[in-house]
């Protein structure tokens, strides 16, 4: 996410602190840079020539030209700047204080909407509302069917009707939605290739029909400013609450994120991140500011990992650890749990200073593919027990998960070395950090 721009920035300030004191000469030269960066990660050009002003403006003030670490100031303006132009605090929905709430997806063919009907159903269903699905799209039957499957997947009802006009759909989906108790509705409209007045005509439609709490516009990150543009015009037809941004995760550049908020006044409300069901984040202008200086994200990453940890498995993973009962199968849970925040380079990229430095290290899934099919072909005695595993035992683990019995002894060593290491945590655990016996 953001790469290219975020490489660029933290390029800039590497040589800012590089100096020391500060002079106007130098802000101007580093901010000459920062609008280069812009420009090339397709932010707006008006957007980028307020920011650089500001920005400059801020730090050639004699607080910060006079200050014990001038770099590091401007720096602070630039995230305090990036924050502003992203709509400063988090955005979010509606909730009616009369069920249902209705929101109402809108967007370009391909840009996610079906996707994020889902994706936004289930993360309101985590927060303990009961969605239900409508199917408007009425052109694409595919697209009904693709939304059934989806539902199925979350355990999501969808109302879906063949032979009638999409407005009269979301009509009827709004009446059943009362009846089933259902207290939000998300509304999955048709797209086009293109804007154009037949898809707007039927949008009012549904608008007028349903006078939805939410309409929100889901769009695609990757197209840059065409996304900026597709929301300025819809904004300008229907009156958006907010944006869905879309596939951040294929976004190196960022002019999308950085855009729309200030081009059209409508906030985002969540991101995209992945093709999968958990893949959506709120938007928090403040966190995708640190994400692109490179300070990390760290409150996503504790989300995420509460989001797919359990709190119990937790709580007894740090018993077995304390009594040093961590076998290769509790090993292969925390795998698992970890997979499931999603690709480990994402969530690398949100530990503070580590995103720059893996920058050229590629962090090998299939590496732990191997890992997760060697622990598989062992039997529980193995698992608990690793070192009854001698060589006949290695061969026909290696055969079992397709590695080689090299691979196989390389895990175990690893295995064993780690089981040393909790050893010595374990020595200062009981009595809080740093505390108790050493080694
Ligand atoms: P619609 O035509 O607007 O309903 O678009 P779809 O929901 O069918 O999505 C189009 C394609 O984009 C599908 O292949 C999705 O899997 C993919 N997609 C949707 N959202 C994301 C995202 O946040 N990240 C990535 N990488 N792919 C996405």
Do not use: W
């Amino acid at each position: 996410m953001f790469q290219g721009l975020s490489e660029k920035l933290q390029e800039t300030f590497k040589k800012l602190r590089g100096k020391g004191k500060l002079n106007e000469a130098d802000v101007t030269a580093a901010m000459r840079e920062v609008r280069m960066a812009l420009l090339e990660a397709d932010v707006n050009f008006k957007v980028v020539k307020d920011f650089v002003a500001k920005v400059k403006e801020r730090a050639v003030g004699a607080e910060v030209l006079e200050s014990l670490s001038p770099a590091q100031q401007v720096v602070k303006i630039v995230h305090e700047e990036l924050i502003a132009l992203m709509g400063g605090a988090e955005s979010k929905i509606q909730i009616s204080p009369k069920p249902p709430t209705i929101i109402m997806l809108v967007g370009l063919q391909g840009a996610g909407k079906t996707t994020h009907a889902a994706k936004l159903a289930s993360l309101l269903k985590k927060q303990g509302k009961h969605p239900l699905m409508v199917a408007c799209d009425i052109y694409r039957p595919a697209a009904v069917k693709q939304l059934e499957v989806l539902g199925e997947q979350i355990k999501v009802p969808v109302f879906a009707q063949a032979g009638r006009a999409a407005a009269e759909i979301a009509r009827a989906g709004a009446e059943s939605a009362l009846r089933q108790g259902a207290d939000v509705l998300i509304i999955d409209t048709a797209g086009r290739l293109h804007i154009n007045e037949e898809l707007m005509g039927e949008l009012q439609e549904i608008k007028a029909q349903v006078q939805p709490q939410e309409i929100l516009l889901v769009v695609d990150a990757m197209t840059g400013q065409d996304a900026v543009n597709v929301a300025e015009t819809f904004h300008a037809r229907l009156g958006l609450d907010g944006v869905i941004l879309t596939k951040l995760d294929g976004d190196t550049r960022g002019g999308a994120a950085l855009s729309v908020r200030a081009v059209t006044g409508c906030p985002i409300k969540f991101a995209g991140v992945g093709e999968k069901i958990e893949a959506l984040e709120a938007f928090y202008p403040d966190r995708m500011a640190s994400r692109i200086l490179g300070m990390g994200d760290v409150l996503t990453l504790i989300e995420k990992a509460q989001q797919a940890f359990d709190e119990k498995k937790a709580a007894e993973m740090q018993q077995k650890l304390r009594k040093q009962e961590f076998s290769l199968e509790d090993f292969l849970e925390q795998m698992q749990q970890l997979k499931k925040m999603g690709p480990l380079a994402s969530i690398m990229e949100m530990i503070p200073g580590i995103g720059k430095q893996l920058k050229d290290v590629t962090i090998d899934e299939k590496d732990m593919a191997h890992v997760e099919a060697i622990i598989r072909s062992m039997t529980p005695d193995e698992r608990r027990k690793p070192s009854i595993i001698k060589d006949s035992r290695k061969r026909r683990i290696a055969k079992g998960s397709g590695t080689s019995i090299q691979e196989v002894g390389r895990l175990l060593k690893q295995f064993e070395q780690m089981q040393k290491m909790m050893k010595q945590f374990a020595g200062g655990l009981p009595g809080g950090l740093g505390k108790g016996k050493k080694g």
